[in-house]
């Protein structure tokens, strides 16, 4: 079955940086695009990042353009999320997020909160 694993989370104080990782199981990672959503207390899930199958393609929200970058290695089944300078307003759980033959599949969440 269908498995994303998310892991990296932490607290960590404004300016700093963490890097998420999702192991995925269960598929053909290389044929799917895969993206990292988050979701703060009392607020939507959103989206953060994406890329495509390949890796070619990447596309961020515009609260994080310029301070995260999303990426895969497809020999691992991995897609990481690199996160720098990182703000108060960043702190949420993140999910790893996959759509595969329009069924969809979530992590469990990692949390991250930054704070001082």
């Known amino acids: 079955q269908v498995q994303l694993v998310e892991s990296g989370g932490g607290l960590v104080q404004p300016g700093g940086s963490l890097r998420l990782s999702c192991a995925a199981s269960?598929?053909?990672?290389?044929?799917?695009?895969m993206s990292w959503y988050r979701q703060a207390p009392g607020k939507e899930r959103e989206l953060v990042a994406g890329i495509s199958n390949t890796g070619g393609i990447t596309n961020y929200a515009d609260s994080v353009k310029g301070r995260f970058t999303i990426s895969r290695d497809n020999a691992k089944n991995t897609v990481a999320l690199q996160m720098n300078s990182l703000k108060p307003e960043d702190t949420a759980v993140y999910y790893c997020?996959?759509?595969?033959?329009?069924?969809?599949?979530w992590g469990q969440g990692t949390q991250v909160t930054v704070s001082s």
């Open positions: 997020y996959a759509l595969i033959f329009v069924r969809e599949y």
């Open positions: 269960g598929f053909t990672f290389s044929r799917h695009a």
